[in-house]
């Protein structure tokens, strides 16, 4: 589509609409299976599957919470592929030229917080690996740096910098790498869990962690009732929709390439509630497996890959999950970061820029590891101030917009989405109502309760969505609202 003349503080190359779309379902669904194939991932289905007392209570309240990720993937990738605009675009439609950008660097310092999360992971992996030799245990011990040992912090740094090389030549490597990252991780997982299974002698779904366990792993979750009690169940379920709440804002920066609305829907339905359940339950039976065989709860497979006996065994498994880590890390956090940090300086941050300010930015958060408190809380925390910003770009989008959006006025700073100086004061307070109770009530007070956190993202969603759809039913802000939508 072309936009031109746009205005030049809105626009510059990458964030304008795509021009080629020719991802098919495949791609689509390869985004999710390097974005779920992670080691966070295994890590926090491994550590909801704890909480859920049975198997069959898991595989209940992950299969239903992936429908609803589904369905909320494809409101937004719907846009997305109408579009062909990334997400901090789009967002001007909702919150005004100038005030996306306020929307735009919540997003970032969210994916600069996860970036150092996964990162830390990988090279936890590589770590892992590592000292099995004596010289580097002994390393390892010795040293430290910045509160973590040498090794520690010298593995972070080297796949700190990996990454870093896979995003040189633009979106299309991003797509070749996931296309390969996210399948070859389900191979390493199936090796791991048929092995795990051959070594205990057989699997049976139920799953012997008695009682005792199960609530010493889980006293810090902040859930109210016992492992495979109905809220413990619940919280099972906000927390696994939750950890998606980054993309659910950003995945139009993908389903913007697609080639119609088929491929978003079709890879979407593969890649989300059938390939989230799978993932879900190979960890599962891994974590059952795992506890037979060596007696102990592991939550993390590099946990589990560092007692092979083999070297051979350890380091494949080791340098899989490292790299799929490596993967969801560019698609999920490096491409978010980078269109939003240039979304605010276009016309002097390009994509790669605004990526390596991110990984910069997670560079500097590792001495303080925000992401150790706990697979859970840190998914809670960081996922609920997401959540008045989805509700309100959905409502403005499917509610009030009906589904139209003037894309070439999204790059014309005196066009219709100027609002009151650039910003839609409508948006501005709903954010901020939001806000509060999504994030600034439960994490900064003791006003209310505290399985109120564990819900932050679905109040965020629902009072930012609320209350920006009374303001626009009872002040309207659209500028313009006659003119003729062209997507």
């Known amino acids: 589509m072309d936009v031109r003349p746009p205005s030049p503080n809105l626009y ?3 964030l304008a609409p795509a021009r080629e779309r020719h991802w098919g379902a495949f791609s689509i669904f390869n985004v999710w299976t390097s974005d779920v194939h992670s080691l966070w991932g295994y890590y926090l289905a491994a550590s909801l599957f704890l909480l859920c007392g049975s198997f069959a209570n898991f595989l209940l309240a992950i299969g239903l919470s992936s429908l609803v990720i589904f369905f909320l993937m494809n409101l937004i990738g719907y846009a997305g592929e109408k579009t062909g605009v990334p997400y901090p675009v789009l967002a001007r439609a909702s919150f005004g030229v100038w005030g996306a950008n306020l929307a735009a660097l919540v997003r970032a310092v969210v994916a600069c917080f996860w970036y150092g999360a996964q990162t830390a992971a990988a090279s936890g992996a590589l770590v892992a690996l590592l000292v099995r030799n004596e010289s580097m245990l002994a390393f390892h011990r010795d040293v430290h740096v910045l509160g973590h040992s040498g090794l520690e912090f010298a593995c972070y740094v080297l796949v700190w910098a990996l990454q870093l090389l896979i995003i040189q030549r633009g979106m299309e490597t991003v797509r070749r790498f996931q296309d390969w990252a996210g399948p070859a991780v389900w191979i390493a997982m199936l090796v791991l869990a048929v092995g795990l299974i051959v070594k205990a002698g057989g699997f049976s779904m139920s799953h012997g962690i008695p009682m005792d366990v199960l609530l010493e792993k889980t006293k810090d979750a902040g859930v109210v009732g016992e492992p495979g009690s109905f809220w413990a169940l619940m919280a099972v379920g906000a927390t696994w929709i939750t950890y998606f709440a980054a993309l659910y804002l950003n995945f139009c920066d993908f389903s913007r390439y697609a080639k119609d609305k088929a491929a978003v829907r079709k890879g979407n339905l593969w890649g989300l509630p059938i390939n989230l359940i799978a993932f879900s339950l190979v960890a599962g039976v891994t974590t059952i497996a795992a506890f037979q065989v060596y007696g102990e709860v592991l939550l993390h497979p590099e946990q589990i890959s560092a007692k092979f006996d083999s070297w051979v065994l350890a380091g494949i498994a080791a340098l ?17 970061a980078a269109f939003d940090v240039s979304n605010v300086f276009p016309r002097r941050i390009n994509f790669k820029k605004g990526g390596y300010i991110a990984a910069a930015i997670a560079l500097v958060l590792y001495p303080f590891s925000p992401w150790e408190s706990g697979a859970a809380h840190f998914v809670n925390a960081i996922g ?4 008045p910003l989805l ?4 409502v403005d989008y499917y509610l009030v917009a009906k589904g139209h959006v003037d894309v070439p006025a999204l790059y014309d700073e005196h066009g219709r989405y100027r609002y009151e100086g650039g910003w839609n004061l409508n948006a501005l307070v ?3 109502v939001g806000a509060v109770f999504s994030t600034i009530l439960p994490n900064f007070t003791t006003l209310l309760p505290a399985w109120w956190g564990t819900y932050g993202w679905f109040f965020g969603v629902v009072i930012g969505g609320g209350v920006y759809w009374l303001l626009a039913t009872v002040r309207p802000a659209r500028s313009g ?7």
């Open 12 to 14: 510059n190359e990458d």
């Open 320 to 336: 899989t999950f490292m790299v799929a880590t490596l993967g969801i890390n560019v698609v999920a956090n490096f491409v978010s």
């Open 384 to 387: 609920a101030t997401m959540g």
């Open 391 to 394: 509700g309100i770009i959905l």
């Open 430 to 432: 709903a954010t901020g």
């Open 481 to 487: 609202a006659g003119l003729a939508p062209t997507a």
